[in-house]
C-alpha cells in the first residue's frame, strides 16, 4: 500500500526567512508526487508536481521542490516565505503510469510570522 | 472557465438518511474523482470515474457509490449515514492523459446528526 507521511504537524517560519515543508512516501515503483495547498474553507490548489525528469521541480508562488528518490522525500521549499504563504499544505503520491488513486498525507499547518 | 465545481455547499442531515453531492468538472475534463476529509485530515480517496464507470475505488463501504454521466458530471451518493460521515467531500477533475494532476472543486461541508 502507498502511503505518504509528514511529519510536521506545523511549522512555524519567519516572514523573508527559507521555508520547509517536509514530506516522505512510499509507494510500489516509480511515484508521481504532488503538492497541494489549502486555505481556511477553500478547495485544495496545486502547487506543483514531480512525474519525471529533473528532481528539482518548480511550481506556483515561487515553491519549489527537490525529489529524493533513496531518502523517498519530496520536500517543499520557498527561499523566502510570505505572511500570505500560511495555510495547510499537502503532499501527495500515485504510482506512475495510468489512472492510479492519490494518497494525501495529514497536512502541515505553515504559520508564516511577520 | 468555471473550473470545478460542487453543490450544495453545506448540508445538514440527520443518521440513517441519504444524501447526494454532485460535481461538475473542469471544462475538457474526462475523470472525477472524489474524496472524503475529516476535520484535521487529508483527504482520503473514495473513488474515481472514467467514461461512465467506477475504475479505482478506496477503502470506503458499499454505503457510498457515485455516478458518472456523459457530460462527465457526477455524483456522490452515501445511504445510512453515520455520524462519522460528518466531513468535507471533495470532488477533484483530471486528464487521463497525461496522468496525475488534479484540480479541486470547494467542496460539500456534510454534517451528520
Known amino acids: 500500500a502507498q502511503s505518504v507521511a509528514q511529519p510536521e504537524d506545523q511549522v512555524n517560519v519567519a516572514e523573508g526567512n527559507p521555508l520547509t515543508v517536509k514530506c516522505t512516501y512510499s509507494v510500489s515503483g516509480n511515484p508521481y508526487l504532488f503538492w497541494y495547498v489549502q486555505y481556511p474553507n477553500r478547495g485544495l490548489q496545486f502547487l506543483l508536481k514531480y512525474i519525471t525528469g529533473d528532481n528539482l521541480v518548480k511550481g506556483s508562488y515561487g515553491f519549489e521542490a527537490e525529489f529524493n528518490k533513496s531518502q523517498t522525500s519530496f520536500h517543499l521549499k520557498k527561499p523566502s516565505a510570505l505572511v500570505s504563504d500560511s495555510a495547510l499544505y499537502f503532499c501527495?503520491?500515485?504510482?506512475?503510469?495510468?489512472?492510479?488513486?492519490?494518497?494525501f498525507g495529514t497536512g502541515t499547518k505553515l504559520q508564516v510570522i511577520p | 472557465d468555471a473550473g470545478v465545481t460542487q453543490s450544495p455547499t453545506h448540508l445538514i442531515k440527520t443518521r440513517g438518511q441519504q444524501v447526494t453531492l454532485r460535481c461538475s468538472p473542469k471544462?475538457?475534463?474526462?475523470?472525477v474523482s472524489w474524496y472524503q476529509q475529516a476535520l484535521g485530515q487529508g483527504p482520503q480517496f473514495i473513488f474515481q470515474y472514467y467514461e461512465e464507470e467506477e475504475r479505482q475505488r478506496g477503502n470506503f463501504p458499499d454505503r457510498f457509490s457515485g455516478h458518472q454521466f456523459p457530460n462527465y458530471s457526477s455524483e456522490l451518493n452515501v445511504n445510512a449515514l453515520l455520524l462519522g460521515d460528518s466531513a468535507l467531500y471533495l470532488c477533484a477533475s483530471s486528464l487521463t492523459v497525461p496522468p496525475g494532476l488534479q484540480f479541486f472543486g470547494p467542496g460539500t461541508r456534510l454534517t451528520v446528526l
Open positions: 501527495a503520491v500515485s504510482k506512475s503510469g495510468g489512472y492510479q488513486k492519490v494518497t
Open positions: 471544462s475538457g475534463h474526462d475523470t
